[in-house]
């Protein structure tokens, strides 16, 4: 099964849609609840990344009988060090995404230890690309 | 502890109990940062908190949580309940502050979460 989404930077409103979605999914096809929050907790921060760090992204869902493979490419302004962004507590998060409840440095750490595999990668002024996978 | 026992002990207001009635809350997490929220591992534990956006909501969602208590009379808008209505995650609105609501709790026998 495949499915995509588009996310918008900057709007809050819509933030967390894809991974509401995708938990909606992953229960109807009977996954592990435990694994289920770890797919769907390391999506809802790479997709509210998105949301607060780039201009716009798509996501890709790809769900078979042993795992959930997920793509975020987003424009954007891209990470200057991944080395950096993946330690606790960096962050470069405005005020408007601090108000909104995020901005901890948290996130990308985060995704790490709820994926069983992540790879990043990144441009500056072009954009970041994330992928998780799960095994179910 | 029932979310109708917290409500009554905090006197608080119920919004979207249908469903969830029968949850035994054992833990509680205080926290306004998301960030922080979903980092829980930990399962039957109420949010309690101030911030009262949509990604309120879809954090609990994410992180399992099935009841938040949003404190000093924080209230929720109609957007945020028509998701809570929907996802089944139920709100209570509490005059109180997150202070006063999470020490009733915590002597009420409600847990911190574990801390890893
Ligand atoms: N998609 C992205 N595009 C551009 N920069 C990003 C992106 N994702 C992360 N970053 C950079 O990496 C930093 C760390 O990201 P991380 O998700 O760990 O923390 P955060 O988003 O700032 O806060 P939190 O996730 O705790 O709410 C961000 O502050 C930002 O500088
Ligand atoms: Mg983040």
């Given at each position: 099964?495949?499915?995509?989404?588009?996310?918008?930077?900057?709007?809050f409103s819509?933030?967390?849609?894809?991974?509401?979605d995708?938990k909606?999914?992953?229960?109807q096809?009977?996954?592990?609840?435990?694994?289920?929050?770890?797919v769907?907790?390391?999506?809802?921060?790479?997709?509210?990344?998105?949301?607060?760090?780039?201009y716009?992204?798509?996501?890709?869902?790809?769900?078979d009988?042993?795992?959930?493979?997920?793509?975020?490419?987003?424009?954007?302004?891209?990470?200057?060090s991944?080395?950096?962004?993946?330690?606790?507590?960096?962050?470069?998060?405005?005020?408007?995404v601090?108000?909104?409840?995020?901005?901890a440095?948290?996130?990308?750490?985060?995704?790490?230890?709820?994926?069983?595999?992540m790879?990043?990668?990144?441009?500056?002024?072009?954009?970041?690309?994330?992928?998780?996978?799960?095994?179910i | 502890?029932l979310?109708?026992?917290?409500a009554?002990?905090?006197?608080?207001?119920?919004?979207?109990?249908e469903?969830?009635?029968?949850?035994d809350?054992?833990?509680?997490?205080?926290?306004?940062l998301?960030?922080?929220?979903?980092?829980i591992?930990?399962?039957?534990?109420?949010?309690?908190?101030?911030?009262a956006?949509?990604?309120?909501?879809?954090?609990?969602?994410?992180?399992d949580?099935?009841?938040?208590i949003?404190?000093?009379?924080?209230?929720?808008?109609?957007?945020?309940?028509e998701?809570?209505e929907?996802?089944?995650?139920?709100?209570?609105?509490?005059?109180?502050?997150?202070?006063?609501?999470?020490?009733?709790?915590?002597?009420?026998?409600?847990?911190?979460?574990?801390?890893?």
């Amino acid at each position: 099964m495949k499915f995509e989404y588009k996310v918008q930077g900057g709007n809050f409103s819509k933030a967390g849609y894809a991974s509401s979605d995708l938990k909606k999914i992953l229960k109807q096809l009977n996954v592990n609840p435990a694994i289920i929050k770890r797919v769907v907790v390391a999506l809802y921060e790479a997709e509210v990344n998105i949301v607060a760090h780039a201009y716009n992204g798509t996501i890709t869902i790809d769900i078979d009988d042993k795992q959930v493979r997920i793509v975020l490419e987003d424009q954007g302004p891209g990470i200057p060090s991944i080395e950096q962004a993946m330690q606790k507590g960096f962050s470069t998060a405005s005020p408007h995404v601090r108000e909104m409840g995020f901005g901890a440095g948290m996130g990308l750490p985060n995704i790490k230890k709820n994926a069983d595999v992540m790879n990043i990668t990144s441009k500056v002024n072009v954009g970041t690309t994330v992928e998780i996978i799960n095994y179910i | 502890m029932l979310i109708n026992e917290i409500a009554s002990n905090i006197n608080a207001q119920i919004h979207c109990i249908e469903g969830n009635e029968n949850i035994d809350i054992t833990k509680a997490f205080t926290s306004d940062l998301m960030s922080d929220v979903l980092t829980i591992e930990d399962s039957d534990v109420v949010l309690i908190t101030g911030l009262a956006n949509i990604q309120t909501i879809r954090t609990a969602d994410m992180a399992d949580i099935r009841c938040i208590i949003l404190g000093r009379n924080k209230h929720p808008s109609s957007e945020m309940l028509e998701l809570a209505e929907d996802i089944g995650i139920t709100v209570l609105v509490c005059p109180l502050t997150l202070f006063h609501i999470s020490g009733i709790l915590y002597n009420k026998g409600i847990n911190p979460i574990l801390i890893k």
